[in-house]
């Protein structure tokens, strides 16, 4: 989880790491990495977040059907969606960045998923999320922001199957808006639009419709989410406010109707929302400034703009690059991500890994668009204050990012659960601590769980694979400890822009090899 009371406890995890043994040596150094395992870890780690009645192609067989009633206090039909993270609440900001990455990686990347043999499983993953945003937007203007209580759900320590927490549902409205987790719902829906339009053009319908509807609502009611569901604030706070939202929501609307009304949005709103002036060195579920700065870059790019446009986008594109050149270490003497001397980008403590996929995302996205502008024989490249950098570098790294989280880190320990032999085994996750509800069907009490499970020095009895957890600190350390949820702790938000990459690794390493013969 992001931000939440458990931050008062932090200081307790700021102590010397040491590195707990794990039980065997490591996963495929010397041969490369299994990247098409690693997309296929990563789709079964949304499975094991799903929240409702499971499905009878359920792959994860360790989850059982939870939160049935969700929504029922409120007359509202709220079953469904995911669990942001090793806890038993739905956020609603979190769940749509989710959704709209996993389906920016299907967009960007749907070839080489298909060509993997994951498509359906992508597919089953976003729509899992959209349905549950049909519901969550019940009226026009109303969008069901979170079910579950942060505080009382941390206070236990249970199987989803087993909560006896509370399951309050928490909306947002014209009286309290939310414009932030109404953009970014938004947005996910847009993006899963262009996903669903050749294989389900009725859905895709629909989503469009539910997208466009939020929009109105998001740009005629503005607001902070947080200052509207104030049980948000303490867990999701929407720092950055909602003009980077709004922003990304005009942009994916561009892109799944080709209306010029989103267009000329992005354009007229740029400056009074930060999107030409906001000069950023980190993507994540709150801060979305790279992300749609990116994808304005990627309308110049192709020259998809009224010759009116042309100004500002150039704008957004200068500040899309001063992040791409953070990441790369090439903005001159400031304006850097540090990186650790293993070569992991470092941006904060909390739940560093979340910074390091979706940068390696970006990366990997925008060395596609520089390789696909231009002429071959004099193709674009990348203006650093450093020096010019192609394409090829940007893959570069986002590869030495996705390798890091397998593997190639000084403590040869993979940070997705399930991979390789050297994993984390102790994931702070409700779920994956306490023995699977199929195997054991007692009832696992609140406290109960603290006392049997999670204080239990042991393994974890399920493995959550595809989880990608918080990862080590600033100087590569690592601590396999339930309780030091700031590096063990796995969201959704880590493993979904990874999909993308993995896909394109994979399908990079089968060109090549091709090559070879």
């Not at 561009?254 to 740029?270: I, Q």
């Not at 910074?355 to 650093?384: D, H, K, M, Q, W």
């Not at 796995?490 to 090559?515: D, K, Q, R």
């Amino acid at each position: 989880m992001a931000r939440s009371i458990k931050q008062t406890l932090a200081s307790l995890c700021a102590v010397l790491l040491l590195f707990i043994p794990f039980v065997a040596a490591g996963g495929g150094h010397g041969s490369g990495f299994d990247y098409k395992r690693a997309l296929h870890s990563s789709l079964l780690y949304f499975e094991a977040q799903r929240s409702g009645h499971l499905p009878y192609n359920q792959r994860v067989k360790w989850r059982g059907h939870s939160g049935l009633a969700d929504g029922l206090q409120q007359g509202v039909d709220l079953v469904g969606g995911y669990y942001d993270a090793g806890d038993n609440v739905k956020f609603g900001l979190p769940m749509a960045f989710t959704v709209t990455m996993l389906s920016w990686s299907a967009i960007e990347f749907g070839g080489e998923i298909a060509a993997a043999g994951e498509w359906r499983h992508v597919l089953e993953a976003i729509k899992w999320g959209t349905d549950y945003f049909v519901k969550a937007h019940a009226e026009p203007d109303v969008l069901w922001a979170e079910v579950g209580d942060g505080d009382t759900d941390h206070y236990c320590w249970q199987r989803p199957e087993d909560m006896t927490t509370s399951r309050q549902a928490y909306k947002v409205d014209r009286e309290n808006p939310g414009s932030d987790l109404v953009g970014e719902t938004a947005a996910a829906m847009a993006a899963a639009s262009i996903v669903f339009r050749r294989s389900n053009p009725r859905y895709s319908h629909l989503l469009l419709r539910h997208a466009e509807q939020l929009f109105e609502f998001g740009d005629k009611y503005r607001g902070k989410y947080d200052a509207s569901v104030s049980e948000a604030w303490r867990y999701y706070a929407s720092v950055s406010g909602y003009g980077d939202e709004m922003l990304w929501a005009a942009l994916w609307l561009h892109r799944a109707t080709g209306k010029a009304e989103y267009l000329d949005y992005a354009v007229v709103m740029a400056d009074e929302f930060g999107g030409t002036t906001w000069a950023i060195s980190e993507f994540s579920w709150d801060v979305k400034y790279a992300g749609l700065q990116i994808l304005a870059a990627k309308l110049l790019l192709e020259g998809k703009h009224r010759p009116e446009h042309g100004p500002t986008l150039e704008q957004y594109k200068s500040k899309a690059e001063h992040y791409l050149c953070a990441c790369l270490g090439k903005n001159g003497a400031a304006g850097n991500v540090n990186r650790t001397a293993g070569g992991m980008l470092y941006v904060r403590q909390w739940n560093n890994m979340q910074y390091v996929t979706n940068a390696a995302f970006l990366l990997t996205a925008y060395s596609s668009y520089l390789a696909g502008a231009g002429a071959a024989e004099s193709p674009p490249i990348l203006r650093c204050p450093d020096g010019p950098v192609g394409a090829d570098e940007l893959r570069a790294l986002a590869r030495a990012q996705a390798d890091y989280v397998l593997g190639a880190n000084p403590a040869r320990v993979s940070y997705m659960v399930g991979y390789g032999q050297r994993f984390p085994r102790r994931v702070h996750h409700r779920a994956a601590s306490i023995v699977s509800h199929r195997a054991d069907g007692r009832f696992v009490g609140c406290v109960q769980g603290y006392d049997h499970w999670f204080r239990r020095p042991g393994s974890n009895p399920n493995v959550v694979v595809g989880a990608i957890v918080g990862g080590p600190d600033h100087r590569d350390r690592f601590s396999d400890r339930r309780s030091n949820y700031m590096q063990t702790e796995a969201c959704t938000y880590n493993t979904a822009p990874m999909v993308g990459v993995f896909a394109h690794l994979h399908s990079s390493e089968m060109g090549a090899a091709e090559e070879r013969r």
